[in-house]
């Protein structure tokens, strides 16, 4: 008789149970619908609220993921709170791996880390991550473009060069080697600008930039950032005081160049200068 009232207990218990976890379902559900018809009515806050209770609810399940998910997409796009849905979506990759809603993840990640958030440092050891996951994914050339120029903006010129060089060598059909052939000189330029030792302007960065930036215009005569690249000779030109071949550069680029009245400026000031030597 004990024992069959034990298992009558039993039995009603795992009925609660059952009960209880599909109670729960069907509210996350409702609360889905919800979220979405707030989300419509363009309420992105309210919305938000209400994916993150259908996550609560359901934080195994394909309709609690996928409110996960939309919460961390809105917050995104709509909100601009960067920090939390990078939050929710290293949660998201972290339960969905390996799947291709993984990667998307993932890659979204890796953009509110370098595009948003100017956390450079993680963005770097993050697009590492990925490329060791996915060494020849087609967003591999990008997200060495990305390390490279995670790496200029941490002031680290030498670490971003050897990237943006590695790319040009792993990749070089791609758009992305293009843009780092630029970014090479602008890189060594800007090393010039910091001055490391003290002592005056950085000439041999300067040159280095020259360099590089006739090495862009030899391998790339027709691309979009041509201008800028013959306007960075005239500037290193320009902070080396050769004086007349930086004025003569920037008169040659006066006509294409995207802005010419930085062009005009720069010229007056070349001779505002030579007119100062000559006195």
């Not at 087609?138 to 790319?167: M, N, Q, V, W």
């Not at 060594?188 to 020259?210: N, S, V």
């Not at 003569?248 to 006509?255: D, E, H, P, R, V």
Request: net charge positive; with cysteine; charged share 25%.
């Amino acid at each position: 008789m004990a024992a069959t009232r034990k298992r009558i207990i039993c039995l009603m218990l795992a009925g609660l149970t059952i009960c209880g976890s599909a109670c729960s379902v069907n509210n996350a559900k409702r609360n889905y619908v919800v979220a979405e018809r707030l989300w419509n009515e363009g309420k992105y806050s309210a919305a938000v609220a209400e994916f993150d209770k259908v996550y609560n609810k359901d934080s195994t399940g394909p309709l609690g993921l996928q409110a996960l998910y939309r919460s961390a997409h809105t917050q995104i796009f709509f909100l601009s709170q960067y920090s939390e849905a990078a939050r929710k979506l290293k949660i998201y990759a972290d339960i969905t791996k390996p799947s291709p809603q993984n990667w998307e993840a993932q890659k979204l990640i890796g953009d509110l880390l370098f595009s948003k958030m100017d956390q450079y440092d993680l963005a770097v050891q993050h697009y590492r991550a990925l490329l060791l996951q996915k060494p020849v994914a087609t967003e591999a050339p990008e997200f060495h473009f990305r390390i490279g120029k995670s790496l200029f903006y941490a002031a680290d010129f030498s670490g971003a060069i050897r990237e943006y060089r590695a790319l040009i060598h792993g990749h070089p059909k791609s758009k992305w080697a293009e843009k780092a052939a630029y970014e090479i000189g602008v890189t060594f330029f800007t090393r010039g600008e910091q001055r490391p030792d003290e002592k005056g302007p950085g000439t041999e960065a300067y040159q280095d930039a020259i360099d590089a930036y006739e090495d862009f215009l030899k391998k790339y005569p027709k691309s979009q950032w041509v201008p800028l690249a013959r306007f960075g000779i005239a500037s290193c030109l320009e902070e080396m005081d050769q004086l007349d071949a930086a004025y003569q550069s920037y008169a040659a680029i006066k006509g294409i160049y995207p802005s010419p009245n930085v062009i005009e400026i720069k010229l007056v000031r070349i001779r505002e200068r030579k007119a100062q030597r000559s006195r």
